[in-house]
């Protein structure tokens, strides 16, 4: 199978404020963005696009051209619990702190664990190609899921995923068989 993660174009939000399962709309620049990713992905036939059903992914998806795409809530972003659409600098700083040290199995209050988004993320995937074999899938989904998933690809330890710078808008390529698992290319 070859998966392609699409992350969603910019959002429509002010710079600094926490958000992630939050449905933030897109940004007055969509139009453009989304004939970006379009240009980016000429030439591909996808069997089967899924998305989150937070709008800034569903909104691209549908815009792809590939007809209606499968709504997936595992290809949602981080639940930042109590944190979401609050500014990064009124969260206290000892939260983040201790957070910030443990995502991967520390939630925000009310939120989730980087642990449990890559856990149903991978599921996502797993079904994907149970059902998709051999066959191109695309996925337009958020920074976190990617991570995610190029981590689990990789062979990368969690903690190590924000590594990944990841543009709105971009592609990333994996090449997935029974046997072994490739990155094409990221952030195309």
């Known amino acids: 199978m070859q ?3 699409i992350r ?3 959002p429509a939000i002010t710079p600094g404020v926490c958000y992630g399962r939050a449905d933030v709309d897109v940004a007055a620049t969509f139009h453009e963005e989304a004939q970006a990713v379009r240009d980016k992905i000429t030439g591909l036939s996808p069997v089967a696009t899924y998305c989150s059903p937070l709008s800034r992914a569903a909104r691209l998806a549908s815009s792809l051209g590939f007809g209606e795409p499968t709504h997936d809530e595992r290809l949602m ?3 930042f619990g109590e944190w979401e659409l609050r500014p990064w600098d009124e969260i206290p700083r000892a939260q983040m702190d201790a ?4 995502y991967t199995h520390v939630a925000p209050p009310g939120g989730e664990t980087f642990n449990a988004l890559h856990q149903r993320a991978s599921a996502c995937i797993r079904d994907m190609m149970a059902s998709h074999r051999g066959q191109d899938v695309i996925a337009v989904t958020h920074a976190g899921v990617i991570r995610a998933l190029l981590a689990e690809i990789l062979n990368l330890p969690l903690i ?3 590594r990944f710078h990841l543009d709105y808008g971009g ?3 994996l090449q997935i068989d029974d046997r072994v698992a490739r990155v094409g290319y990221v952030n195309r």
């Open 3 to 5: 998966l392609y993660l």
């Open 8 to 10: 969603h174009t910019t």
């Open 77 to 79: 972003e981080l639940d």
């Open 99 to 102: 957070w910030g040290q443990a």
């Open 160 to 162: 190590e995923v924000f």
């Open 171 to 173: 592609v990333t390529q």
